[in-house]
């Protein structure tokens, strides 16, 4: 090798050497870069939070001397939140909320009275028993209520009772007042699925199980008319009898008075079911009137996000609302899961269970049911609390059956509203094939597998007869199981379960008379009978609710982790979905069991 070539190898050698050394050095100066910037970013949240907290320290809860709380519910509302807060968007208000924010604005000197707006029919009667007490133990400490709608335009009773809480109800002049008693009705897919050619195989145990209904029949069945029949006979009674007491009137001048309606405001006032005619902004005057000088109308939602949690009490509340499903429930950058997730539910139970100060657990439940292992799951968390020493009450929102029965059972005493639909142990599980359907879209499908049964629960081939008889079998077991622990939980014979089971649903009213339930009350119902079984004083205000908020730093964790292809493939289903008849039979079928044997409630509208 020549000396020229030499030089020239070692001249490239050297000029690679500076390259790589000028690329680490490019590569060092951002890595410090993005991690000043991620240093700054991190010490400017700790001085802005610590700002915060200053200020917070500085100016109390940020409530004024001198308030009015107004209570907007004219809007659906939860029971409970589960602890799923997004990131960007705060949780919203719950019925849990407002029952302690109502205790704590009892004892609150700055507030002089509550102001309600309602009158659009999103309160089920449940929902309203639950808010009853609040509100007239809020009345007998001094404070005032008042009550306006636009007009009453649903024709349940929800609305309309809670309204019967204040001390005035106002109504528009010339509004709508339709309130009038409960209705309840079933949708059923089967004519739909048969001119689509869909197969519906569904099972059910037993015979009020309705829910199956909506896919194998055409029409209400003997039994799922004599169930709902009842059910919505006894919850009309609840309502005229909570009706009758606040207004001072006898049930049948209530009964008589709801006949008439759909009436005018005029009409009702005259019935004595209202107390005058009125427009919003007048209520409000005649409010911050009552309240003094220097009142201010404050929204309730501001007064329920002022309010602080003791970090230790001797009550844990766990809350457990919606659909129950396996797993857990990530938040999203705009707000969690509304459902129950076994493992989150599970795991906030074992939170309250680990806490020394904890000495009673109320479990609160809202749920239609769901997923059958994910109900066990949570049982079990459930009988291990209990088996830890504490005492385990369960509070019944507006629904609390099937699944949301199963994890109730074992509790030391469960509290239902008289209007709360509850019970519905049985067991639904089955799939509705579309194959067909499919094709008369023009869509052709193919399946391979390996193993007899790899394929059994796709929606492409209706289960073979030996199938149909194992999912028969699998269903007889899980209702077996639901029966004997039900038997177990409650203390009662196997044939007193069977006569209160067979999937029919009741009312709290009516659970309690076949064992089903221990006592007719609300949260605060559930709080004493906890309190009175852990030998614990009865403070209103010592509660610690569980599961607890992830807080920013786990609500943005979950945010990013649940970003993945989330609208992959959507548009290649768009149009398939939108065909006529099509999206109707795969809509049906995604109603069915998610995943094999389920609890679940039937479909029933709120009342």
């Not at 302690?100 to 309600?116: F, I, M, Q």
């Not at 795991?347 to 994910?374: H, Q, Y």
């Not at 990013?560 to 289903?573: C, D």
Request: with cysteine; proline share 4%; aromatic share 6%.
């Amino acid at each position: 090798m020549s000396p020229g070539f030499s030089c020239v190898i070692a001249a490239q050698s050297n000029q690679v050497e500076d390259y790589v050394g000028k690329f680490f050095g490019w590569t060092k100066s951002i890595f410090l870069s993005v991690l000043n910037s991620l240093a700054r970013f991190v010490m400017g949240l700790i001085l802005l939070l610590a700002v915060i907290v200053v200020i917070v320290l500085a100016r109390g809860d940020g409530m004024p001397s001198s308030m009015v709380l107004t209570l907007d519910l004219r809007e659906a509302i939860a029971d409970s939140s589960n602890g799923q807060a997004g990131l960007l968007i705060p949780q919203p208000v719950t019925v849990m909320d407002l029952v302690l924010a109502l205790e704590n604005a009892r004892k609150d000197a700055r507030v002089k009275g509550v102001v309600l707006r309602l009158g659009n029919g999103a309160i089920p009667l449940a929902q309203a028993q639950e808010l009853l007490p609040s509100l007239a133990k809020l009345r007998a400490s001094g404070k005032f209520v008042l009550a306006h709608a636009s007009g009453f335009n649903g024709a349940g009773l929800g609305d309309y009772v809670t309204a019967t809480a204040a001390e005035s109800i106002w109504v528009q002049p010339k509004s709508h007042f339709a309130p009038a008693g409960v209705g309840l009705g079933q949708v059923f897919l089967r004519g739909l699925f048969d001119k689509f050619e869909a197969e519906p195989q569904v099972v059910k145990r037993k015979e009020y199980k309705s829910y199956a209904d909506m896919f194998m029949e055409k029409g209400m069945s003997a039994p799922d008319r004599e169930q709902l029949t009842r059910l919505s006979q006894s919850a009309y009674d609840s309502g005229v009898a909570a009706i009758a007491g606040a207004r001072k009137l006898t049930p049948d001048a209530v009964r008589t008075a709801l006949d008439a309606s759909p009436q005018l405001a005029e009409e009702a006032m005259a019935a004595k079911l209202i107390d005058r005619t009125g427009y919003d902004d007048d209520l409000m005057a005649e409010a911050l009137r009552r309240a003094g000088a220097g009142a201010r109308a404050i929204k309730m939602s501001a007064y329920v996000r002022s309010r602080t949690e003791p970090y230790s009490a001797p009550i844990a509340i766990v809350e457990a609302s919606g659909e129950i499903v396996d797993g857990t429930a990530g938040d999203s950058l705009f707000g969690g899961s509304s459902g129950i997730a076994s493992d989150d539910l599970s795991r906030a139970i074992g939170e309250a269970v680990k806490d020394k100060a904890v000495k009673a657990i109320v479990l609160r439940v809202d749920s239609p049911g769901g997923s059958v292992t994910a109900s066990d799951q949570i049982l079990h968390a459930v009988k291990k609390a209990q088996a830890a020493g504490k005492k385990v009450v369960v509070s019944m929102g507006g629904t609390a059956a099937s699944g949301g029965y199963y994890i109730a059972l074992s509790a030391d005493r469960i509290i239902a509203q008289p209007a709360t639909i509850t019970g519905s142990i049985g067991v639904i599980t089955g799939k509705v094939s579309v194959n067909r359907s499919l094709g008369l879209a023009g869509v052709t499908t193919e399946e391979v597998s390996v193993g007899r049964n790899a394929l059994m629960d796709s929606a492409l081939r209706p289960y073979t007869p030996e199938q149909w008889a194992a999912v028969n079998r699998e269903a007889d077991v899980i209702y077996d199981d639901f029966t004997a622990k039900v038997a177990a939980g409650r203390k009662l014979s196997r044939s007193q379960v069977e006569d209160a089971a067979r999937g029919r649903v009741w009312t709290g009213t009516d659970a309690r008379a076949r064992g089903l339930v221990d006592e007719m009350g609300g949260f605060w119902t559930a709080a004493q009978a906890a309190a009175r079984l852990a030998g614990v004083p009865q403070d209103n205000s010592q509660f610690r609710v569980y599961p607890r908020d992830a807080g920013l730093f786990g609500g943005l964790r979950s945010a990013v982790s649940g970003m993945e292809g989330a609208v992959a493939t959507l548009g290649q289903v768009q149009a398939l979905l939108g065909l006529p008849g099509v999206r109707q039979v795969v809509e049906g079928a995604a109603a069915l069991p998610r995943n094999g044997v389920e609890l679940r409630a039937p479909l029933l509208p709120r009342n």
